[in-house]
C-alpha cells in the first residue's frame, strides 16, 4: 500500500474504455449523469494526482460533502455512479474492486460477502449484520475476545436477562452468531447447541371472526383493500403477498404461486374465485406504469441472483414485474441501481392496523392475522387439516394444529355449564 496525501491507495482501477460499456448498458436516461460523475470523479482524481481506486472514490466522497454541501439525492445519484464504474471494472478486469463494501471492516466485508454468495435474502442480510455488529461492539469489551463462546454466552444471557427480549428474538441472535462464528471467524460451535434458551411460550394466534373480517375489509380501500382481499383468501404470509411477480398468478387454474417462501420452497395455494376480475383489472391497470418505465429507460426489477445471471433481461419483461409495484423509485442498497420495488411491507402494515381501529375491532390486529383467520375459517369449514398445512407452507402439521385452539367447534355440542344452569 502506498499513500498519495491523505489518501491510501490500494487496488488500482484501469478502466480505460468505461464510456463504450456505459454506452452499452442498459440505464437508459441515467447514462448521461452517470458519465458526468465519472468523469468528474476522473478529473478530480488527475487534478489531485491521484488514480482511480476504491480508496480515493471514498476521499472524492468525503471533498464532495465537504466543499459542495450536496442534497442526500444528489450524493447518493454520485455513489450510484460510482458503484456502477467500479462493478463494471470488476466484471471487465477480473479484479475485485467494488465500492459497495469499502470502508467497512473487514468480518463485515466477509460477513456480507458470504451472504450473497449463498443468496440470502437483503432483509438476513440487515438482521445478521446488525446482530454481529452489536455483537462486536460487546466483544470489544470482553477479556475473552471476540471468538470466545463464554463471550457469546454472555452477550446472548445479556439479552435475555437485561435486555429482556423474548425467546424468539434470542433465537435469531444466536442463529445470526452461530453463522458469524461458522463462516467469519471459521470456528464451529458444537456445544451451542445444548445453550440454555430461554424458554418458548406459545401464544394462540389473534384470529378474526367472519364479520370482523368484513368490517376489517369495509375500512380498507383502494390497492390495499385488495391486497388484505388476497392475504386472507390465499393465506399468504406478508413477505410473500408482497413478493408475488405477474407470473405467480394463474387466473386460469385459479391459484397462486408463492416462490422461495419460508424454507425457501415453492407452493400453490388458492386464488378466490371472487377476486378473478378486481385481480385481474389491477394488473391491467400496471401495464400502463410498466411501458412507462420502460419508455424512461429505467432499470428492470430485481430478480433473484440465479435468475439475473440465467436471464440478465428478465428483469424488462412483463411478466416479472410486481403485483404491488411501489408508487416511487428507490435505490437498491447492494447495487446502487434505480429500479421500481414492490411496496414496503410496512406501509401495508400500518394500512391495516388503522383499518381495525376504525373497524371498531378490539383485537390486536396485524397483517399476519389475516393469515391466522384463513387457516380457522378453513378448518371450521371442515378442511382436512393436512391441505390447510399445504397451503399455509407449514413444514409441520403440529405447526397448523395451533389453529384446532381456536377454531369454533360446531355440531359438537359442547356448552359452557354457565348456560346449564
Known amino acids: 500500500m502506498t499513500t498519495t496525501g491523505k489518501i491510501a491507495i490500494r487496488e488500482r482501477v484501469s478502466f480505460p474504455r468505461w464510456d463504450e460499456v456505459l454506452d452499452a448498458s442498459d440505464l437508459g436516461g441515467k447514462r448521461e449523469s452517470y458519465a458526468i460523475t465519472i468523469r468528474w470523479y476522473l478529473k478530480w482524481c488527475r487534478d489531485n494526482g491521484l488514480v482511480a481506486s476504491v480508496d480515493t472514490a471514498l476521499g472524492f466522497f468525503a471533498w464532495a460533502e465537504r466543499e459542495k454541501n450536496p442534497k442526500p439525492y444528489a450524493l447518493e445519484s454520485w455513489k450510484e455512479a460510482l458503484r456502477w464504474f467500479f462493478r463494471e471494472a470488476s466484471r471487465v478486469s477480473g479484479v475485485e474492486c467494488r465500492l459497495d463494501n469499502a470502508g467497512l471492516p473487514d468480518w463485515q466485508k466477509r460477513l456480507i460477502t458470504r451472504l450473497r454468495v449463498e443468496n440470502k435474502s437483503y432483509r438476513t442480510e440487515e438482521t445478521y449484520v446488525g446482530w454481529c455488529k452489536r455483537y462486536m461492539e460487546y466483544a470489544s469489551g470482553a477479556k475473552e475476545g471476540a471468538a470466545s463462546i463464554a463471550t457469546l454466552e454472555g452477550f446472548l444471557d445479556g439479552l435475555a436477562y437485561e435486555g429482556r427480549v423474548s425467546a424468539s428474538t434470542q433465537r435469531q ?28 411460550m406459545r401464544r394462540l394466534p389473534v384470529v378474526l371472526s367472519h364479520s370482523e373480517m368484513q368490517a376489517l375489509f369495509g375500512a380498507l380501500s383502494g390497492t390495499y383493500r385488495l391486497m388484505a382481499n388476497l392475504q386472507y383468501g390465499s393465506g399468504l404470509r406478508v413477505s410473500e403477498l408482497i413478493r408475488l411477480r405477474i407470473k405467480d398468478v394463474d387466473f386460469d387454474n385459479r391459484y397462486v404461486v408463492v416462490r422461495a417462501g419460508k424454507g425457501d420452497k415453492d407452493r400453490r395455494t388458492l386464488l378466490p374465485e371472487s377476486l378473478v376480475d378486481m385481480l385481474s383489472a389491477h394488473i391491467s391497470r400496471l401495464k400502463v406504469l410498466f411501458q412507462e418505465d420502460q419508455q424512461s429507460g429505467l432499470a428492470g426489477v430485481y430478480l433473484p441472483p440465479s435468475v439475473a445471471s440465467k436471464y440478465p433481461k428478465a428483469g424488462v419483461r412483463w411478466e416479472w414485474q410486481w403485483v404491488w409495484p411501489s408508487r416511487k423509485l428507490s435505490v437498491d442498497p447492494r447495487t446502487g441501481i434505480e429500479r ?34 384463513f387457516a380457522t375459517h378453513m378448518l371450521e369449514a371442515g378442511t382436512d387439516i393436512r391441505t390447510v398445512q399445504d397451503l399455509l407452507g407449514h413444514q409441520s402439521v403440529e405447526t397448523t394444529q395451533i389453529y384446532t385452539h381456536v377454531m369454533r367447534r360446531p355440531g359438537l355440542g359442547i356448552t359452557s355449564p354457565m348456560d346449564r344452569l
Open 173 to 200: 441472535a444466536l442463529n445470526a452468531l452461530v453463522y458469524f462464528f461458522r463462516e467469519v471467524l471459521e470456528q464451529e460451535l458444537p456445544d451451542m447447541m445444548e445453550y440454555r434458551r430461554a424458554r418458548v
Open 340 to 373: 421500481r420495488h414492490h411496496v414496503m411491507p410496512n406501509r401495508y402494515q400500518n394500512a391495516i392496523k388503522e383499518a381495525a381501529r376504525r373497524a371498531g375491532i378490539a383485537k390486536a390486529v396485524s397483517t399476519h392475522a389475516l393469515r391466522h383467520s
